[in-house]
């Protein structure tokens, strides 16, 4: 699971990056972030539960 947080922080970063270049515009960018960061969310809870 630390995998996938991994994965996912780095998805996160190339989404700001895609946004700032203007590859993608503000609407399409906001809608992936918000998905992204509910996603790092969750890994993280899952991650802290099982290092438990």
């Known amino acids: 699971m630390s995998m996938a947080l991994k994965e996912a922080n780095e998805t ?13 515009n503000e609407k399409m960018s906001g809608s992936l972030s918000e998905d992204c960061v509910e996603l790092i969310k969750i890994l ?8 438990k």
């Not at 996160?12 to 993608?24: A, E, G, P, V």
């Not at 993280?44 to 290092?51: E, F, G, P, Q, Y």
Request: glycine share 0%.
């Open 12 to 24: 996160d970063y190339w989404l700001s990056i895609l946004k700032d270049t203007n590859y993608i």
């Open 44 to 51: 993280i809870a899952t991650v802290k539960t099982s290092n």
